[in-house]
């Protein structure tokens, strides 16, 4: 059974300088309402952030501005999941948002009806692009990093890219799945930053039957591990793990390990900063699709890739080693 969902998008045009208000109602999964994906463009992409914490959308207008302002990118939508959040509040941020995103890409707000974390992978009918980023609205990329992920991906549209990896691992002594973190291997991208194809929209939301149905109600239960959910869906399309990339600069202001900045309370707000079992929560979910699905897709990757090559001699400079490049 498809789940219908109710959507209301704001945007403002900025020559009438009024807010327009939009409902859509209509069922994602119809592919007669959706784009041929024969169509969407390759030469840029769709960045989709979530968005629910009021107290952090200083941030968000900060980061969404920097997605826009990138070349490769040809739309940022917000993706507003609190539903308690005034429509007040969320008209003065779409129109603030239209003024961050003057001469750059468009940003617009799009506040979900449901706060299910299943509504971030639904097909949207406005994407033109054949590729999407995933992404949060607390983890700050920079504009080099965001251009090298879009063409690692290009030429990789078959695997999810991403900067954050994570891995699941078989505990023999208990025989469960756990969610882990390996030095040397990854399986899974978090969607703190992911890049993948459009299509995976589709697959996720509206493919695998009855399984995928139940695997996302086990989201719903959880309130978390639609990343893991998404993992597994582009690992049995594509029968290969994902790929993750290096990056210039990234600030993750949700890692619970900051202590300066936005604040104690800006890191509570994110599900991944909830001590204690937030490991182990993942774990069981991972070991839940695999009972749910029938299978283990999850494919192991190596490596990581990056956007130059620095010079990896040691030189002395004013007493101390370093890098010979960095000598002047």
Known sequence: MRTVFTVVFFFVYAHLGSLSLRTLSNDPCDRAKLPDPRNLRSDQITVLMNGYS????????????????????????????????????LSELSHNLTISSTGAAPISLLRQQSDSLNARFLPRPFITTRGIIICDDDVEVDPTSIEFAFRVWSTNSHRPI???????????????????????????????????????????????????????????????????????????????????????KVRDWGDQR?????????????????????????????????????????????????????EQGLCMKGGKLVFCDQWK
């Open 54 to 89: 009021e107290s952090r959308i200083p941030l968000l207008r900060s980061i969404a501005a920097t997605y826009a302002a990138s070349p490769p990118v040809a739309a940022v939508v917000i993706l507003w999941g609190n539903t308690s959040t005034p429509t007040r509040t």
């Open 162 to 248: 991403g900067l954050f990896a994570r891995s699941h691992d078989l505990d023999l002594s208990n025989r469960e799945w756990i969610y882990t973190v390996h030095p040397d291997k990854y399986s899974i991208v978090l969607t703190k930053f992911m890049v993948l194809k459009t299509e995976y929209l589709y697959q996720y939301s509206c493919g695998g039957g009855a399984r995928m149905v139940e695997a996302r109600r086990a989201v719903d239960l959880a309130q978390n591990c639609e990343d893991i959910l998404m993992n597994f869906v582009v690992a049995e399309q594509g029968n290969v793990g994902p790929m993750l990339v290096g990056a210039e």
């Open 258 to 310: 900051n202590d300066e900045g936005l604040g104690l309370n800006e890191s509570e707000v994110g599900l991944s900063s909830r001590r204690g079992e937030h490991r182990k929560r993942r774990g069981g979910c991972i070991g839940n699709f695999h009972k749910i699905l029938g299978r283990m897709p999850l494919r192991y990757s190596y490596g990581k890739l990056f956007n130059s090559v620095a």
